[in-house]
């Protein structure tokens, strides 16, 4: 009887086994991801052209502590979803920090001191995300100080404040400090510490571990990081390089599918040499490259003389969209303008106000992209800069504080300033006309 129980036992455990091997995804964890080919993407075998959004602060409003606001989160997902975006770019970790212009809480309290709840948070976005059938760039780091940044990683090593420079008017003086960072044998340890925690996280709503989920398009090293000031030397230019290529190798030894980007803005983000802007994006570990446009923050335009400046300023964007296309063609790789935005009319910051020139510099940069994509060339992509959706400030000064609602506008810029809101029809309708366009290219 023994026998015949343990033979029975076998044999189940063999049907078991067998039943499992052949009920298991044939297909490598891998095969959805985003993948490049070419100056192009692909998804699933289909070519994928990504019409994105920022919504830096999309895992904050996906955490389960009282920051998050999981109704808001799919809300916006879902308006999103309606106008055909398909991609978020979003900050995967702040840095806690005590000037006025940082975002709080943090997900880093000090070094290897991790807030779990907004680590959940961006679980949940990737969960929610995933149901709608959109992929994220998630970045690491950022070089201004709106969360905290290069900087704070300097401050803690330093013990010395950061020096906020929408108080002291220093930006050369902060961008100098930012890029020490990169020299740093401590601060680099922490940031590689850093990525290695997220990139090798299990989420904790799906199960998943990261380095499986799809929903991650790319690893990006940080947001907008700069080789210093215009003071830069060639040596400091080199350590930028070097500091790009050694973390996307690092960023590959962990996780060898998803694609890594840089978040550079493109010439203007590479102390305007375009040496270190190809040789930042040259390395098989950077899979494609990516530019950012601010026609206003550089003084191509002049929001209080709109019809004065603007046609010099659309000449020099017209340029700048054209030339960084060209330049990634010569790589060999898709790039994405994953920044750009202008004020409402006059500066404003006021949610009625008009966006007359706004809208007119979307549609022209749009107007420059879709032929260039539906003739093949490198421009893989955009992500306005940035969704507001349902956000809204109460403060007649517009500057964020603590616990008001988040914005793309980051708590370093007035609220309102270059966030689209849900109200912005005429704004919405131009992203929305876009977007089924470029969602018909194939
Ligand atoms: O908010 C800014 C953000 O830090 C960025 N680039 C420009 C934005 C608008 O000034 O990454």
Redesign the pocket.
Known sequence: MKKITALFVCLAASLLLMACVFNSDPKPASESFVKVSGVKFQKDGEPYYIAGTNMWYAAYLGSPSKVGDRARLAKELDTLKSIGVNNLRVLAVSEKSDINSAVKPATTNGFGNYDESLLQGLDYLLVELAKRDMTVVLYFN?F?Q?SGGMTQYMSWIEGKPVQDPNVTNEWEAFMAKSASFYQSAKAQEEYRKTIKKIITRVNTVSGKAYVDDATIMSWQLA??PRPGNSKTTAAEKQIYVDWVNNTAAYIKSLDPHHLVSTGSEGLKGSVEDEKVFVDAHSSVNVDYVTY?M?IR?WGWFNKTKPAETWDSAWAKAKDYLNSHIDTAAKLNKPIVLE?F?LDRDMGSFDIKSTTQYRDKFYQQVFDVLLPRMQNGDAIAGYNI??WNGAGRTTRSNYWWQEGDDLNG??P??EQG??GVFDTDTSTIAILEKFNSQIHDIN
């Open positions: 950022n201004w709106w947001n907008e950012h601010w923050n920044e935005g800069w940035a506008d980051p370093q810029e300033m270059y």
